[in-house]
Nanobody
Framework: QVQLVESGGGLVHTGGSLRLSCAASGDIFRINAMGWYRQAPGKQRELVAEIKIGGSTNYADSVKGRFTISRDNAKNTGYLQMNSLKPEKTDVYYC???????????????WGQGTQVTVSS
């Protein structure tokens, strides 16, 4: 059993900042990669940022220079620092992780329940 729990979402004014957290727990041997996705109502889920165990990162063009993804391997927790937020419809941010479980050589993807982020103008 593996669970991802996001936190840190809420309401923020234009230009403000939020820090999202994703805590992974359960049957975890190693987290190979963690990522953040967002989804607006009626639209497809899209990649915001991802980070691999070695520290390499990938960002969507729309957030480069404003968002920073990081991870604390000892705590099995990932973070998304969001600065200079722009007004948008309410988005749900989802945490995703590629996890190798104990006594297994296979890797599976898991999703968190999501946390809402609203940026008001």
């Amino acid at each position: 059993q593996v669970q991802l729990v996001e936190s840190g979402g809420g309401l923020v004014h234009t230009g403000g900042s939020l820090r999202l957290s994703c805590a992974a727990s359960g049957d975890i041997f190693r987290i190979n990669a963690m990522g953040w996705y967002r989804q607006a109502p009626g639209k497809q889920r899209e990649l915001v940022a991802e980070i691999k165990i070695g520290g390499s990162t990938n960002y969507a063009d729309s957030v480069k220079g404003r968002f920073t993804i990081s991870r604390d391997n000892a705590k099995n927790t990932g973070y998304l620092q969001m600065n200079s937020l722009k007004p948008e419809k309410t988005d749900v941010y989802y945490c995703n992780a590629e996890i190798q479980r104990w006594n297994s050589y296979t890797k599976l993807n898991y999703w968190g329940q999501g946390t809402q982020v609203t940026v008001s103008s």
